[in-house]
């Protein structure tokens, strides 16, 4: 059974970025797909993106997210990234990652097994 942990989370201004990191335990990441979620406040958990197993070379994005955040896989390392450029106050949530190996690249929160804890990212205006 694989174990995640997210780290790379803090407080950034706007405009600014972060790199999120999801390492893996207990298993090799490379054959799951790997998603990155959010949820705010109050809000329900969104799906942000999504990389495919093995070669990572199909990406999926949120369109809230698309052209600013870039999600990668570095099999090597058992990690998956989620790099967040230009980030927006409405960018501010708890960020998850989640992994299947059955699904790639799915949206949907209920296609993934395993989750992380989460990190915070908070952006000030």
């Known amino acids: 059974q694989v174990q995640l942990v997210e780290s790379g989370g803090g407080l950034v201004q706007a405009g600014g970025s972060l790199r999120l990191s999801c390492v893996a335990s207990?298993?090799?990441?490379?054959?799951?797909?790997v998603g990155w979620f959010r949820q705010a406040p109050g809000k329900e958990r969104e799906f942000v993106a999504a990389?495919?197993?093995?070669?990572?070379?199909?990406?999926n994005y949120a369109d809230s997210v698309k052209g600013r955040f870039t999600i990668s896989r570095d099999n090597s390392k058992n990690t998956v990234y989620l790099q967040m450029n230009s980030l927006k106050p409405e960018d501010t949530a708890v960020y998850y990652c989640?992994?299947?190996?059955?699904?790639?690249?799915?949206?949907?929160?209920?296609?993934?097994?395993?989750w992380g804890q989460g990190t915070q990212v908070t952006v000030s205006s």
């Open positions: 990389v495919n197993n093995w070669s990572g070379r199909s990406t």
């Open positions: 207990g298993g090799i990441l490379t054959t799951y797909g």
């Open positions: 989640a992994a299947d190996r059955t699904w790639q690249l799915a949206t949907s929160s209920n296609k993934y097994v395993y």
